[in-house]
């Protein structure tokens, strides 16, 4: 014979199962928001990291600039852990077209502007863009 005991503590396994499966869903849930969140601070970094690389070759491009109106742009060169260059051509009588670049891991940032030359180096307008090496 069943008696009331013997009912309460099948009951209790139930909601013990229940919590468990509770906790476990939870468990699960929070591991892949982490996850996504890691995935998205390894683009940001990536991003961060190859922005900072041709900003560092349109700065020093703007600077030779500045100094010298024919300068004809960068060679490639290792720099903070990936590369820059960068090159300049002629957009009109005081206009160039400088085309800036930073790679790192397979990836590279480019950052295209045009620059007026004609006392100090002026941008006018620029573009950046972001994507993975061609191969």
Do not use: C, H, Y
Request: aromatic residues 4%; proline residues 1%; hydrophobic residues 50%.
């Amino acid at each position: 014979m069943v008696g009331a005991g013997d009912r309460e503590r099948g009951s209790a396994l139930v909601f013990a199962l229940a919590a468990l499966t509770l906790v476990a869903i939870t468990v699960v849930a929070v591991t892949a928001e982490v996850q996504s969140r890691a995935a998205g601070v390894v683009l940001e970094e990536r991003s961060v990291r190859l922005v900072a690389l041709s900003d560092a070759a349109m700065a020093e491009t703007m600077a030779e600039l500045a100094v010298k109106k024919t300068f004809a742009g960068i060679s490639e060169r290792g720099f903070a852990g990936g590369s820059i260059a960068s090159t300049v051509r002629s957009a009109g009588a005081w206009e160039v077209e400088v085309t800036a670049i930073g790679r790192r891991n397979d990836w590279n940032s480019t950052l295209v502007a045009r620059v007026n030359i004609k006392n100090a180096p002026r941008v006018l307008r620029w573009k950046r863009t972001q994507q993975p090496e061609k191969n």
